[in-house]
């Protein structure tokens, strides 16, 4: 019987990718789990290399997609949500690529708050678990919580490497008493650090004595090198790690990898430090998996991004040529910190389109846009457009901040691009910085102007 609701499921799959309709990277997900509960074990039994799981709050989709562009130049035959569907029916769905002697390897986005079910049902042979931030807070509730999920779901995995982030003490916690199967990465860069916590809300406890952990290097919200200055715990010794860390504003990065395989030097064509951790867990998570170290640099060079995340695409200026729109996805206030980080890089004042949206896969609660450094931003930019469905709150944010006194208020994503794009001169770079459900609006405009592909589905 199950044979016969996976072939529907490929169908489905099929008709949708061919009417060119989203919903092909879930639908055919959720048809089979609803019908077959156990779907996701079934198809998991298919892939002969087993299965690899990803997660973190944020940057899994480029990281997962980093370690595919490695694991690819090897040869591994990959099974992979590679539209960053992430949830159990976008994992069903991707696994239905799954067949029994083709030799492959799952390598699997999930999302935080569904991977303690898909790893159950997948038994991993490795996690890459590579941080857990305050994500919109109507949506999973506390932090800890789900780091107490992540830690009952790895004591079960007896015989699973763990790849954990060393500079993550919710994440690093995770190996402790496992240290033959955990191995961690990080950062070992002090001129990356910050003066300090930049939030209270960051704060991180320890998990062996409760006291607050002390930070003797602060990289970004709450990861960096750190100890407990009441038992003594501390930050794991990280086995693959960057150092030298050099950030050419919104041109890439440089570092030094040092890894148990040896050492490269590493060009990387996206911004920010996010990005660095985001190469370092790729890497990390490749080796473990038995990619050679040569295959690290030339894939990580090459690689343009995650679809969505960061790219940059021409739109036409209403008095002829273009402005190279850059699209950078805010969602939450350590990962809208580090883009805001990034842009300050730029060298002069950056034009800034900028939606809020507040759907439900964005959080119903747009708070986290007061715990988002914008101040970061005052003195450095041109013009500015707010939009989207809370683009009023975003204003009066940017005001607050100092950034805009009085930014353009339009919440028609399409007009208020238009005028974002008018207001500045042929050639001059726009930024986007847009929520997760904006960023799907943009895309569709995009492509219904035919500027971009819509959305790999
Ligand atoms: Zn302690």
Redesign the pocket.
């Known amino acids: 019987m199950f044979a016969l609701w996976r072939a529907l499921a490929r169908l489905v799959r099929q008709l949708s990718r061919r009417l060119g309709r989203g919903g092909g990277t879930t639908a055919p997900g959720r048809l089979l789990l609803r019908v077959s509960p156990d779907a996701l074990d079934r198809l998991g039994g298919d892939l002969d290399r087993g299965a690899a799981v990803i997660s973190a709050t944020n940057g899994k989709t480029t990281t997962a997609a980093m370690c595919a562009a490695i694991l690819e130049r090897g040869g591994t035959p990959l099974v992979h949500n590679r539209a960053g569907s992430n949830m159990g029916w976008g994992v069903a769905t991707a696994l239905l690529d799954a067949r029994s002697g083709a030799g492959q390897l799952g390598l699997l986005e999930v999302d935080e708050a569904w991977l303690p079910r898909v790893a159950d049902a997948l038994h991993p042979r490795a996690y890459l678990l590579a941080n857990l931030f305050r994500d919109q807070l109507d949506r999973y509730g506390e932090l800890e919580t789900l780091a107490e999920r992540w830690a009952e779901t790895v004591a079960g995995a007896s015989g699973a490497r763990l790849v954990l982030n060393a500079d993550d003490p919710l994440v690093a916690d995770l190996g402790r008493g496992r240290e033959d199967a955990a191995v961690y990465f990080g950062v070992a860069d002090d001129s990356q650090a910050l003066p300090e916590l930049q939030h209270a809300a960051d704060s991180v406890h320890?998990r062996?004595?409760?006291?607050a952990y002390v930070y003797d290097a602060v990289y970004l919200g709450h990861l960096g090198r750190y100890h407990?200055p009441?038992?003594?715990?501390r930050r794991p010794a990280p086995a693959v790690v960057a150092e030298r860390v050099e950030l050419e504003g919104m041109d890439g990065a440089r570092l030094a990898l040092r890894t148990p395989a040896g050492s490269a030097e590493l060009r990387l064509p996206l911004p920010g430090l996010y990005n660095v951790y985001n190469a370092l867990a790729a890497t990390a998570l490749a080796l473990e998996l038995g990619a050679p170290l040569d295959d690290v640099a030339p894939a990580l060079e090459g690689f343009a991004g995650a679809f969505g995340r960061v790219e940059t695409i021409p739109v036409p200026h209403p008095s002829g040529g273009t402005r190279p729109l850059s699209i950078l996805l805010i969602k939450n206030p350590a990962g809208a910190n580090e883009v805001l980080r990034t842009l300050r890089l730029a060298g002069e004042p950056v034009d800034l389109w900028l939606a809020l949206n507040d759907r439900t896969a964005d959080g119903r609660d747009v708070s986290w846009i007061w715990d988002a450094d914008f101040e970061l931003l005052a003195g450095h930019v041109g013009q500015v457009t707010c939009s989207g469905t809370r683009a009023e709150e975003l204003a009066l944010r940017l005001k607050y901040a100092g950034v805009a006194a009085s930014a353009a208020v339009e919440r028609d994503l399409g007009r208020s691009l238009d005028a974002a794009v008018a207001a500045g001169e042929p050639g001059r770079p726009l930024y986007a910085l847009p929520t997760y459900t904006a960023l799907l609006e943009l895309r569709d405009l995009l492509s219904d102007r035919g500027l971009a592909d819509r959305w790999a589905g």
Not at 208 to 211: M, T
Not at 230 to 233: D, K, L
């Open positions: 320890c062996n004595c409760g006291a407990c009441s038992c003594g715990r």
